[in-house]
Nanobody, 121 residues
Framework: QVRLVESGGGLVQAGGSLRLSCLASGRTFTRYAMGWFRQAPGKERELVAAIINSGSNTYYRDSVKDRFTISKDIAKNTVYLQMNSLKPEDTAVYYC??????????????WGQGTQVTVSS
């Protein structure tokens, strides 16, 4: 079992920045990729960014490219999401997830509890 705990959400004005953190514990060696998802009220959960555990391959959805950066600190078992130039449409609950596949965009089966990000206009 993999346990994921997010932190770093909050309220920020448009154009501001936040950094989310996800601390992983447990059987992390059984997971091949880490991702950040978000879910806004009334919308489906969507994959925002992902990173392979071994190597540097990453994925970003188009709407966050050039604004968000995913990174990892293996020694700390932590994945980060640096979010810059935030927009009101980035407002959502952000979830950290771990995938049992190296595809980056599928097979996520371990989830954190989520952290709220609110961007005011």
């Amino acid at each position: 079992q993999v346990r994921l705990v997010e932190s770093g959400g909050g309220l920020v004005q448009a154009g501001g920045s936040l950094r989310l953190s996800c601390l992983a514990s447990g059987r992390t060696f059984t997971r091949y990729a880490m991702g950040w998802f978000r879910q806004a009220p009334g919308k489906e959960r969507e994959l925002v960014a992902a990173i392979i555990n071994s190597g540097s391959n990453t994925y970003y959805r188009d709407s966050v490219k050039d604004r968000f950066t995913i990174s990892k600190d293996i020694a700390k078992n932590t994945v980060y999401l640096q979010m810059n130039s935030l927009k009101p449409e980035d407002t959502a609950v952000y979830y950290c997830a771990a995938s049992r596949s190296s595809s980056l965009v599928s097979s996520y089966d371990s989830w954190g509890q989520g952290t709220q990000v609110t961007v005011s206009s």
